[in-house]
């Protein structure tokens, strides 16, 4: 499990002076999230572990938005984050809020359109669930592996294709 500090938050930190945003496209309407309105969200939700650490992590100064444009739906997402559930004790890589996002997920609609957001930096990717309301249903911190063994991956799954 991993374990982080949660700093404060303050006009102080990079993202605060970073005019990154991301719009994301649903079926509804877009969602456009920044860094800034993120963290605010998160700081209204129930403190648990994985909000703290996404907090932490959006007060990085490395990150870089991800490009996660799609149609989605609670249903269809709830069907590939109960798989990666099931294969966690099989993986090496460590996910923070897994569980929690599949909870949330099975409390919504099958239908319920949504939109994902994300950030990333050499060691993490952090992904938020949204409502098209712009609302975080959850978020899932994965470690990065070690770039000798995603490089391994990626040659495996290209030589198979």
Same mark, same amino acid.
């Given at each position: 499990?991993?374990? &982080?500090?949660?700093?404060?938050?303050?006009? *102080?930190?990079?993202?605060?002076?970073?005019?990154?945003?991301?719009?994301?496209?649903?079926?509804?309407?877009?969602?456009?999230?920044?860094?800034?309105?993120?963290?605010?969200?998160?700081? #209204?939700?129930? %403190?648990?572990?994985?909000?703290?650490?996404?907090?932490?992590?959006?007060?990085?100064?490395?990150?870089?938005?991800?490009?996660?444009? &799609?149609? +989605?739906? $609670?249903?269809?997402?709830?069907?590939?984050?109960? +798989?990666?559930? *099931?294969?966690?004790?099989?993986?090496?890589? %460590?996910?923070?809020?897994? $569980?929690?996002?599949?909870?949330?997920?099975? +409390?919504?609609?099958?239908?319920? /359109?949504?939109?994902?957001?994300?950030?990333?930096?050499?060691?993490?990717?952090?992904?938020?669930?949204?409502?098209?309301?712009?609302?975080?249903?959850?978020?899932?911190?994965?470690?990065?592996? /070690? /770039?000798? #063994? #995603?490089? #391994?991956?990626?040659?495996?799954?290209? *030589?198979? *294709?």
């Amino acid at each position: 499990m991993i374990v &982080g500090r949660v700093e404060a938050i303050c006009p *102080a930190h990079p993202f605060y002076m970073s005019g990154v945003s991301l719009t994301v496209r649903t079926s509804a309407k877009n969602v456009s999230m920044d860094r800034k309105s993120l963290v605010a969200r998160l700081l #209204e939700a129930r %403190q648990t572990e994985p909000v703290r650490m996404a907090i932490e992590f959006l007060g990085r100064a490395d990150l870089v938005p991800m490009d996660l444009r &799609g149609e +989605n739906t $609670a249903g269809g997402l709830l069907r590939v984050y109960r +798989n990666r559930l *099931a294969l966690k004790p099989t993986t090496d890589l %460590q996910e923070v809020g897994l $569980a929690e996002v599949v909870g949330s997920l099975s +409390n919504l609609e099958a239908s319920t /359109p949504l939109a994902m957001v994300g950030f990333q930096n050499s060691e993490r990717i952090a992904l938020f669930c949204m409502s098209t309301d712009g609302d975080i249903v959850g978020n899932i911190l994965v470690s990065r592996r /070690p /770039p000798e #063994e #995603e490089r #391994e991956r990626r040659e495996w799954f290209d *030589a198979s *294709a």
